[in-house]
């Protein structure tokens, strides 16, 4: 059974770094895009950055210039490194695996909180 596990979340001050890890497990995983996505309290969950098996990447505006998604595939992981980051960033980070080798299938981590204080 494929599982995702998230790691990195926790509380930083305004204009400080985080770094998101998603390893994922029980499973082969090519030809795959991995995503990060955030919701916020009594907001919907939002797409923040996404990156292909061609390490084609796409980010919200919100986030360009300071989150950068990357991807390790001999480690099966993906990273989100954020930087400069502001109170509206704050919210439930989740990491999403799409794969497609044999049929879509979909997967989510757990969430991890990032607090940005201000």
């Known amino acids: 059974q494929v599982q995702l596990a998230e790691s990195g979340g926790g509380l930083v001050q305004a204009g400080g770094s985080l770094r998101l890890s998603c390893a994922a497990s029980?499973?082969?995983?090519?030809?795959?895009?991995w995503g990060w996505y955030r919701q916020a309290p009594g907001k919907q969950r939002d797409l923040v950055a996404s990156i292909g098996s061609g390490s084609y990447t796409n980010y919200a505006d919100s986030v360009k210039g300071r989150f950068t998604i990357s991807r390790d595939n001999a480690k099966n992981t993906a990273y989100l490194q954020m930087n400069s980051l502001q109170p509206e960033d704050t919210a439930v980070y989740y990491c999403n695996l799409v794969t497609f080798r044999g049929g879509r299938r979909e997967y989510w981590g757990q969430g991890t909180q990032v607090t940005v204080s201000s």
């Open positions: 029980g499973g082969t995983f090519s030809l795959n895009v």
